[in-house]
């Protein structure tokens, strides 16, 4: 995308009629623009690959991108919006300039790679590549995806985990 099509994503220019103060029976024009809010993001999409590396023999993981979501209010309520896709490895060196403040230890210094790479995050997962390329919500609700979710999980660790022999 160009930074024109990522500026059109995050403000929007809409035309509104509104009461003529000088004539209440007329209605003009007025173009209204908002501007995007950072505060709306709230989450963080990220995709990764997991992988199992024979030269090294352990199971490794790596993030290919990052979707930043939105909530905004429509409709009376909030809802979800998924903004787009950052490429990863094209966007470390961003991601290692960019510090972050640690409220109970103001010595340490990190940036956002270091949360990334030691994954220093809290997630869950949402979708497992599979033969219909379903999201979980799409077939378990609830309690039940969250259950299919740790399965996934749980899954993955038993791969690593049936990889060696005691």
């Known amino acids: 995308m160009t930074k024109a099509e990522i500026d059109g994503l995050m403000s929007k220019t809409d035309t509104l009629y509104v009461d003529d103060p000088d004539n209440p029976d007329n209605k003009i024009m007025k173009i209204a623009s908002t501007v995007f809010d950072p505060s709306e993001v709230l989450e963080y999409r990220i995709k990764e690959d997991w992988f ?8 490794d993981v790596r993030i290919i991108g990052l979707q930043p979501i939105r909530f905004q209010e429509k409709e009376g309520e909030i809802r979800p919006s998924a903004l787009f896709w950052i490429y990863y490895p094209e966007a470390r060196s961003i991601f290692a300039n960019a510090e972050v403040f640690n409220r109970q230890n103001d010595a340490e210094r990190k940036t956002l790679e270091d949360i990334f790479w030691k994954r220093m995050f809290g997630s869950y997962i949402f979708r497992e590549q599979n033969v219909y390329n379903r999201m979980i919500s799409e077939y378990a609700q609830g309690m039940d995806a969250l259950l299919e979710a740790e399965r ?11 990889l060696w022999e005691y």
């Open 52 to 59: 199992f590396d024979k030269q090294r023999s352990v199971l």
């Open 152 to 162: 996934v999980k749980d899954d993955i660790f038993k791969l690593e985990h049936d």
